[in-house]
């Protein structure tokens, strides 16, 4: 089953359920207004949602045309947004390059930070942003949402409050991160607005590439048109989604419609590119002893897609463009 | 004008307005169902509820008695909790029990940490945790709640984005606290859910005592039934709660209803005490080389209150208990 939410209705958009294709969709609202109305009921909800998407696929639904460009962002307000760095290659490299070595542990205990979960973006939404110089950076990201999960959850049980999957541009400003890092308190400023796929996918859709708490599918990341990275989001990641909802959940409960990133997908084959520029230029570096890929311009350009087996894209695609901000006081 | 949520109704409970005495509510449903929708629509709404309460305080409504043990958080879920640490002094002190010297950017540049806002705690309560090992603290704090507050707001506009302040305990566990400052992604699961004061109050409320962006009022701390603390708010804040929204949204928009807390309150006056236990273990230790003061255990118990100058609470009480938390898997 697909679900998005559209941008019309009210600061939490309108329900609906979207076709396997991504083309036509079914308005959801006589079983749940919004998304987070459904994952607060998905016991109650989730046979009618499925039943309406059966109906949509074959062909017997009063559907209208899907446009991505319409939706936003499934959950447009969120109450968590709690991200790994699940591909701990990516975290060794990052730590490296400034010349710090990683500690042991971050083997077996999960990076995670709390985001910003309050406006979350639509997948063609411009990245609106006052200053290139803070080093602007996209992030390719696989998440899953979940619902009611009580506080000490097994990494076991975890799995089973899964209940969505989605696809996240986790957008960060590299320059403010490092003073963050610095300070100890964790990211806010380097972490602007998040944009999501326009689509939400329970994980029955992904068939086997739905396996042990993963995603064994590359994360296909284009720049400014030219392929970036195809990183495979089951290779490499080191804790699976149980253990990082399971590590979340340690001292407290999380209410549903939590989402739980994975971190910037990762492969230790360099071959495969990356999700994200501070990597490459990283990288680059190492090989060359410069960076030469510069952080994203007003007007640069990114898409973040997953395909399946047989070519059809799964969540459709993040498609957004750096645009300046400018803060406008209001008249006295 | 103060206002509450019932823990009646669903997930986001039911609006009241409360009396000045905070003893008589009225249902405020007929305006807004939610005090998220009220901030979700505060220009629509302020007047209407402020009729309300202008009714209930001249005995004209029909009201009920009121009781912070039928409340919920005002926000039972919010969007976002921003957390500062305005209270520089408190920091500086914190650092140099470790050993470390505090740079001085932390007297022009605020500390602020992203929180978890997806299930905040009724004031009274319990503080459920699985392990007195983990080093429990209180910490009292004063918080505002905005509306929408555009990105790059000054901290001069920010001001005029505050609707509501509140109180907080804002629980932490020390030990695991350590393990994250090392990581460095910010603190996850050393801070379990925090508990509001019963109810959220417009600034107005506060008279004089609400001034350039701060409560110029004693924040009064109470543990096992002895005075712990009652430091001035006003006193030695570094940063106004203008800055502190300014400097969230330095990169983002802050949707409505997002609450940005102060930090522990704290004054370099000594003699007024400490809002939370890792303070006095500090200062115990600099003054006889031992800290004395235990982290709190299970059935310990902390309230947090604040009276106006004719002595009577502003916000109600928070009173909570730390009770023994246990997972139990759901039977296959």
Redesign the interface.
């Given at each position: 089953m697909k679900l998005a939410t559209l941008k019309t209705g009210?600061?939490d958009g309108a329900l609906v359920v979207v076709d396997r294709a991504i083309s036509q969709a079914v308005l959801a609202d006589h079983i749940a207004p919004t998304l987070q109305y459904a994952l607060?009921n998905w016991a109650a909800v989730e046979d009618k949602l499925r039943k309406l998407s059966d109906e949509l696929n074959a062909g017997r639904a009063k559907a209208f045309a899907f446009t991505p460009l319409g939706a936003a962002a499934p959950l447009p307000?969120?109450?968590?947004w709690?991200d790994g760095?699940a591909y701990v290659n990516h975290v060794e490299l990052v730590r490296k390059s400034r010349g710090v070595e990683m500690?042991e542990s971050?083997w077996t205990?999960p990076?995670?930070?709390?985001?910003?979960?309050?406006?979350m973006l639509g997948s063609h939404d411009d990245i609106?942003?006052?200053d290139e110089k803070?080093g602007i950076d996209f992030e390719a990201e696989v998440t899953v949402v979940t619902d009611d999960v009580?506080?000490?959850?097994?990494p076991e049980?975890a799995r089973g409050h899964i209940k969505l999957i989605m696809l996240v541009n986790d957008v960060s400003?590299r320059y403010?991160a490092m003073?963050e890092?610095?300070?100890?308190?964790?990211?806010?400023?380097?972490?602007?607005?998040s944009a999501f796929s326009p689509v939400a996918v329970t994980p029955d859709e992904l068939g086997d590439a739905w396996d042990g708490g993963k995603v064994h599918l590359p994360l296909v990341t284009h720049y400014n048109g030219q392929l970036f990275g195809r990183p495979n989001a089951g290779v490499d990641m080191v804790f699976d989604f149980g253990t990082l909802i399971a590590?979340?959940a340690?001292?407290?409960?999380?209410?549903a419609?939590?989402i739980v990133g994975s971190g910037t997908v990762s492969n230790k084959d360099r071959s495969v590119g990356s999700s994200c520029i501070v990597e490459k230029r990283i990288l680059e570096k190492m090989e060359t002893g410069e960076s030469k890929t510069p952080f994203m311009c007003f007007g640069d350009r990114v898409t973040i897609e997953m395909f399946d087996a047989a070519g059809m894209s799964i969540f459709g695609v993040i498609d957004q463009k750096v645009v300046q901000?400018?803060?406008?006081?209001?008249a006295a």
């Open positions: 009210g600061r607060d307000r969120a109450y968590q709690a760095s500690p971050f205990d990076l995670m930070y709390q985001g910003g979960s309050d406006a609106l942003l006052p803070h009580p506080m000490g959850v097994t049980d400003l403010l003073n890092l610095a300070k100890g308190f964790g990211f806010f400023q380097c972490k602007p607005a590590h979340a340690r001292t407290r409960t999380l209410t419609g939590t901000y400018q803060y406008k006081a209001k």
